[in-house]
């Protein structure tokens, strides 16, 4: 009855109550019908003084049913899931000013890192742009030539033994060419992009023009022959402004290399034609002959198959031939270089062209396959 | 890399993690008990206790004195678990009953420290009151609580009557409500 005397409130009968305990049970069971548990719930509001010992019940049976469940393993399952979600989003639950603290040095090096990234790329792309294009190189042996049309439409008209060559982005920054040998070009006007021609010592810069260059490795000069339009002369290195050369049409401009002795190379013949002299300042060395006035066909009626030959010496019409005709020239006597000749050479067979020398001199010859020999007449 | 662990959550605790693991084998049981007063469903009473123990951890910088951490803990998952029960909608009206009972008790509980701290051992309390129970009265109520029989099984299981069941079981329930109450 001890038990009895802590029950404060009271059932209306003990029968009563046991029916109630029996529901209730059932509800805790899980195993009440619907209409059971509307009459306990009805029961349960009708007598608010037993609320809170059916309350009790319910809390001991849930936590009783919870201390089953806690074992060893389910701790240790627990505690290794709290480890992993710890490790695995350590920043799930921090205030915006702990987050902004811990994202911002992150995001600040992954930008670094990505900046630093594009630089190391672009100083790839564009500090070493040679390194990255090709070149386009046109060679033609002794002894024949051919005509070139460069992406931006000029024309160029490449002399025997000659090399021609330029990157493959030509056109897209400016127009640039290297020339070794001799090439006659017929430039494509395009006043925003200079047309330069590299020589191994002289540069030309053409505004729209058309113009011839020879400047053979093994020759003493390099000389421009302007026909139309200008071109500017420079020697590379050099400041263009103060030291540029220009042409005017039907002017040619023959540059003595450095190291080469100007009397070795000098003609009588040019320095005759020659209109206006430039010398260097420092060691007064002849650099340019300007010729003003001249005939041009002499120096560019190569490429049409014609050598136009105006008093020119037998050793420099020599150097035509070979290239012209790829044999080799040889001289028996000095005396027989300094022969002079006038006439111009169209369609004649090597053979042709010697004999008619030889006819006009008063020399002897021997042709042995590529290989000639001009001698003195006995 | 002084600048990752400068502002890494995991640095500067107010505990370190040997003294986090020694508290969550601690308390763990504690707090789920804890929660079952309110929850009959021991998965999500075990969640609710995992998350709470996680937030504590990443915010544990924050602790001033580490003599509140369990009265802390206690409030944090009680509180936790009245919020699940206010957004549970698919429910019986019985379990809605006890809820919004529980919730209006909870909400005029005094939440001392004291009060907190009295929970401290309700794992251990919970079973020696258990432990308490006469023979008959203890065998019964475990194999309905431990081994989930309903109590028509049990009367089967033991050769009795199931209203001599369902009397122990209620006999046993009054006495565990006296022994944690009464201390």
Redesign the interface.
Known sequence: MIFAARFPYSYNTNKMSKRIEQLFLAYLEGRISSQDEKFLLEWLKNNPEAVKDYNEFRRIWNMSKMLARLTNEDLEKRWQEIIREIESSPIRRMSPVQRFFYWAPRVAAVFLFGAAFSFFVAYLVFNKPTQNLAFQEINTPAGAKSKITLPDGTVVWLNASSNLKYSSDFGKKGREVELEGEAFFDVETDSSKIFMVRTSELNIKAYGTSFNVKSYPEEGTIETTLLEGKVGVVRDGLNVKENEVLLEPNQRVVYFRKNKPVEETIDAQIEKQATETIKTQKTNKLTYLISKGIDTREFTSWKDGTLFITSESLSELAIKLERKYDVKIHFETEALKKLKFTGSLENETVEQVIEAIGIAAHIDYEIEDRDIWLKEKN | MW??S?????NKKGISATEF?QL??EI??DL??Y???Y??D?ET??DI??DV???F???SEKLKDKKLIRPYLFKSVKHRALNHLKRESRK???DA??DS??ET?ANNENESVESFLALEN??SD??KA?NELPEQRQRI?RMS??E?M??KEIAAALDISPKTV?TQ???A??F???K??GE
């Open positions: 600048f990752f400068l502002y890494s959550p995991r693991h969550f084998r763990y049981p789920c008990v929660v079952s007063r929850l009959n021991e009473a075990k206790v995992q123990l996680i937030t951890w990443e915010e019986l009206p019985l009953f006890f009972f529980n008790l309700l794992q919970l079973e258990i109520f609580r431990f989930e309903k109590h369902e079981i209620f006999r329930l009054k565990i409500r006296d944690l109450g």
